[in-house]
Each structure stands twice: as structure tokens, then as C-alpha cells.
């Protein structure tokens, strides 16, 4: 088959788009060495993966000994303690072989920054087992009734003694019923966001359970499950941060989230880029190369600009989250809705020019479309992303 894995006659390479142009030494370094385990750790097994709905803990461990399981937790409690824009070249590289199972290494990473960051030295063994994945970790903070308005949430958590009592449920949770720790966000307050509170729930613990495994368009290497505390108790030194800091903490991950899937979106947009290169060089129609049509050639250059565009915001936003601008979270905010919304039409035009084959699973470009759509979705939807962007931007 034309072009199943990865592009072999088209390549980018010391072109425009070349994802390494403008990087230093050092980040070139890093970029190359997540390529390599994209190419031959993740490229192999994402058919697999995805037809199978199968969760692979191995690999993602494979990834972690490298490195990618705490990217940016500090490497006195087993991390990498590389910065943002670090993070983002790592995923938006490992994501060009399996998008979905990089999206999930990304919320992994998100989930062991905010305990590296607000957790006491009491949770020092959990981070570093976090950092090499021996412990995988899950983000909830969607409900069923409570999404875009996080905020409302209502799961939650009862002091009584030493330990807090948790009643409710968490919506879409990644990983959920196959990872080990639940970074939850509960209510131990009143109303509103200063009656949030983060705490950790291990796998195991009495009174939680999950609901039946999600059958979903994309991200099937990763399972997505609801779930539930039913009078689940844990002890207070499960807490992370201080009682009503758990929205600030929640919003303070989603910001490194939101550059970490605007990067899963650029890996995915660059591969399904080279594939449709590749098609073009090689298929014919009315006698000629599809290369050889000008509209065609067109619809090449606006997807290359498009990926351009992209990438150049997410660095930009990602070196500002870094520096601690006070812009960083419109920015980031920009940053993921623009990327995550030209990135999925830029491989959504992919599957376009393969015309019928491009519907066929046996070629890439059609999982890249699936697994990216989601990305519109999860951590803030483009909806709330154009929110923030505007309330910023109308503050006094």
C-alpha cells in the first residue's frame, strides 16, 4: 500500500515546515531522540492499537525510561525538569507515530506536574513513580454535569477525622479503570472555585469504581471510562496544595495541557502533511501526477502554511508559559485553539486528496483525522478557549 506507515519519496526536511528550523543544539537533540522512539515504538503498534482498543503500558514505559514521563517535573523527585517549549517538540515528535497514545502520555505529564508542584514531600514516591510510569496517572475534572463550567462541579469530599469521604462521579476520564492514580478534584467548600480542592485517589481504594469503557471515534489506544466515589475514603494527606486551591491548581495544569495537545495536533498535522505530499508524487489521474495540478499544489501550500502558523503560535505561547509572562494564558488559550482547529481541518484535507483510499484504515491519514478531532474538545473547547482569549482581551 501507498504511504501506510510514513512518507518515503516526500520529505520536508530543510524545507518551510522542517519542525526543527529555528531550534538550538539542545532542543534539536531532544526533538530527534522522541522522533526516533516515534518512528520505531509508536509507528508499529498504532494499527494495532487502535483497531484493537489497546492500552500499550510497555511502551508508554519504554517512553518514560527516556525521560517523556515527567518532562517537566523536577528531576530531584525523578523528572526530566525541562521546560515547556522542551515538552512541547517531545510531543508534537512522538505524536507523528501515535497520536492518541501521545495524548495520553501528555495528560500523564500534566497530572505529575501539578503533584511535583503542589504536593508535599510526602508525595515525593508517587511523583517519581509517576516520572517512570510505574504508576500511571488520570486527570478528573469533567463531570456529567459540570464540563465546559468546571467550576460547578459538584463531586465531593467530607471531612471526617483524618480522612475525607468522596460521593460523585468524573466524566470521560483518560485511562480510567487501567491507570493507578486519580488526580481528583473534589468540593470540601461552598459554591463556586474557592470551594475546589484537589486531592490524590489510588487505584484500589474502597469505594471507587468505573463505568463500562467508552467506544470512541479516535484515541482508541487509550481507554476513557467514568469514575465514581461511592462513599470512598482517603486520608487527608492525600490532599494536594491547600483546601479551596484545587481550581487554581486545575487551571494551572490545563495551561501546560492545552500547549501539550496543540503539539499532539502539530505531530499529527505534520505526518498526515508528508503523507499527502507523498500521495501527490505518486498517484496519477488523467495522465498526469496529481503534483502536476495546480489547485492541488495550492491546497499543499495552504496546508503548509496552516502547520506553520500552528506550530509558531504553540512554540511562542510555550516559551511565554516558561518565562511566567502575565499573558501566558490567552496565549496559551490562542495557541491551542488556533492549533487544534487548523491542524484537524489540515489532515481532515489529507484524507481529502487520497480521495477514496484516504477512507480506507489502511492508510494513516484517516486515523490522524479521527484521533486529532478530539483535540477541539478536551481541555477547554475551542468555545471556552475564544472566552478567555476575549475577557482578556476586554479586561480594564
Given at each position: 500500500l501507498v504511504t501506510q506507515t510514513c512518507a518515503r519519496n516526500f520529505s520536508v526536511s530543510g524545507k518551510s515546515v522542517d519542525s526543527s528550523?529555528?531550534?538550538?543544539?539542545?532542543?534539536?537533540?531532544?526533538?530527534?531522540?522522541a522522533s526516533d522512539f516515534a518512528r520505531k515504538e509508536l509507528a508499529p503498534g498504532r494499527d494495532k492499537w487502535d483497531e484493537e482498543e489497546s492500552f500499550p503500558k510497555e511502551v508508554l514505559r519504554e517512553a518514560a525510561a527516556l525521560g517523556f514521563g515527567g518532562v517537566c517535573v523536577r528531576e530531584a523527585r525523578g523528572g526530566s525538569g525541562l521546560s515547556r517549549l522542551h515538552a512541547s517538540l517531545i510531543f508534537e515528535a512522538l505524536s507523528a507515530g501515535c497520536t492518541s497514545t501521545t495524548a495520553y502520555l501528555s495528560i500523564h505529564n500534566m497530572c505529575a506536574w501539578m503533584v511535583d508542584e503542589f504536593g508535599g514531600s510526602h508525595h515525593d514516591e508517587t511523583v517519581r513513580q509517576m516520572c517512570s510510569m510505574e504508576k500511571f496517572g488520570s486527570y478528573c475534572l469533567t463531570e456529567p454535569g459540570a464540563g465546559s463550567d468546571a467550576a460547578a462541579l459538584s463531586t465531593s469530599a467530607r471531612r471526617d477525622g483524618n480522612e475525607y469521604v468522596l460521593n460523585g462521579s468524573k466524566a470521560f476520564i483518560s485511562g480510567g479503570g487501567e491507570t493507578d492514580v486519580y488526580v481528583v478534584m473534589v468540593r470540601t467548600g461552598g459554591s463556586g472555585p474557592k470551594g475546589v480542592s484537589c486531592v490524590l485517589v489510588e487505584k484500589g481504594t474502597p469505594g471507587l469504581s468505573f463505568g463500562k469503557k467508552e467506544r470512541k471515534v479516535g484515541w482508541n489506544s487509550q481507554p476513557t471510562r467514568a469514575v465514581i466515589f461511592e462513599d470512598c475514603r482517603i486520608p487527608v494527606s492525600n490532599l494536594v496544595g491547600k483546601e479551596g486551591q484545587g481550581f487554581s491548581i486545575a487551571m494551572l495544569g490545563l495551561n501546560g495541557g492545552?500547549?501539550?495537545?496543540?503539539?499532539c495536533s502539530l505531530g499529527a498535522a505534520q505526518q498526515s502533511l508528508e503523507l499527502a505530499g507523498e500521495h501527490l508524487l505518486v498517484r496519477k489521474a488523467f495522465g498526469?501526477?496529481?503534483?502536476?495540478?495546480?489547485?492541488?499544489?495550492?491546497?499543499?501550500?495552504?496546508?503548509?502554511?496552516?502547520?506553520?502558523?500552528?506550530?509558531?503560535?504553540v512554540r511562542y505561547a510555550a516559551q511565554a508559559l516558561d518565562n511566567g509572562a502575565s499573558n501566558k494564558v490567552a496565549l496559551c488559550s490562542m495557541a491551542k485553539l488556533f492549533a487544534t482547529e487548523n491542524c484537524f481541518q489540515l489532515c481532515d484535507r489529507a484524507l481529502q486528496l487520497y480521495g477514496g483510499y484516504g477512507y480506507l484504515k489502511d492508510y494513516a491519514v484517516q486515523q490522524f483525522m479521527r484521533d486529532t478531532r478530539v483535540h477541539r474538545i478536551l481541555e477547554g473547547t475551542s468555545e471556552i478557549m475564544k472566552l478567555i482569549v476575549a475577557r482578556e482581551l476586554l479586561s480594564e
Open positions: 528550523d529555528g531550534l538550538s543544539e539542545e532542543h534539536r537533540a531532544v526533538q530527534s531522540m492545552r500547549i501539550n495537545v496543540a503539539s498526469k501526477r496529481l503534483a502536476d495540478f495546480q489547485h492541488l499544489q495550492f491546497e499543499l501550500a495552504d496546508m503548509a502554511s496552516q502547520l506553520l502558523a500552528s506550530r509558531l503560535m
